[in-house]
């Protein structure tokens, strides 16, 4: 069964600064990675969609990266805001999706 | 951990019928249910978030006509596509917050309904 890990589960930094949130899964054999972003009370905003034949996306400050031979996907945010304050979850697509445990984003002004 | 089924996982219809997909929160009580969707290739979308004897809220270009979307109790939502077209194939996927002991805004996730229409 595939199983999804983020980490680390929180972080909190300052505003300014590059930060990089870690997505690993166990079976590589996916269709696809998303990284979405939920706020309180919220349903869940796609970020960045990375087919298994690519190797990363970029949307603005927003970058993901996916090694699908290692089960590992890195979501690189630059200058962060406060505004980016959110709980950041990846899910793979198999034979259904599989979420991850989630990071919780604190940008302190 | 807690559990949400959908039913059914797979369903075939043809043009014009109307196709009723149900969302169950197991062992939880869900005071939110989101119903989402996916097309080939395409990141999952919110399309509507329904709340426990409520109408449900819908996301901007979601026909709430022809998704309509009951939420009549606190572990069943359903999702029904009326007048079922091609374009409508896609993957359906709910997910359920609430319930005593969960993370606030910790959100459970169906394994999700793919739908064809031919």
């Known amino acids: 069964k595939q199983e999804v890990t983020q980490i680390p589960a929180a972080l909190s930094v300052p505003e300014g600064e590059n930060l990089v949130l870690n997505c690993s899964f166990t079976?590589?054999?996916?269709?696809?990675l998303q990284w979405f972003r939920q706020d309180p009370g919220k349903g869940l905003t796609s970020l960045l969609l990375i087919q298994s034949s690519q190797r990363e996306q970029t949307s603005g400050r927003l970058n993901a990266s996916l090694d699908k031979s290692s089960g590992r996907s890195t979501l690189y945010i630059a200058a962060s805001q406060p505004g980016d304050s959110a709980t950041y979850l990846c899910?793979?697509?198999?034979?259904?999706?599989?979420f991850g445990t989630g990071t919780s984003l604190t940008v302190i002004p | 951990g807690a559990v949400v089924s959908q039913h059914p996982s797979w369903v075939i219809c043809k043009s014009g019928t109307s196709v009723k997909i149900e969302c169950r929160s197991l062992?939880?009580?869900?005071?939110?249910m989101f119903w989402y969707r996916q097309f080939p290739k395409q990141s999952l979308m919110l399309m509507a978030t329904s709340n426990e004897g409520s109408k449900a809220t819908y996301e901007q270009g979601v026909e709430k006509d022809k998704f309509l979307i009951n939420h009549a109790s606190l572990t069943l939502s359903t999702l029904t596509v009326t007048s079922a077209h091609p374009e409508d194939s896609s993957f359906y996927i709910c997910?359920?917050?609430?319930?005593?002991?969960?993370?606030?805004?910790?959100?459970?996730f169906g394994p999700g309904t793919r739908l064809t229409v031919l």
């Open positions: 899910a793979v697509l198999g034979n259904q999706f599989y």
């Open positions: 997910s359920a917050s609430g319930g005593a002991g969960a993370t606030y805004n910790e959100q459970f």
């Open positions: 062992d939880f009580q869900a005071t939110t």
């Open positions: 079976d590589s054999a996916i269709y696809n």
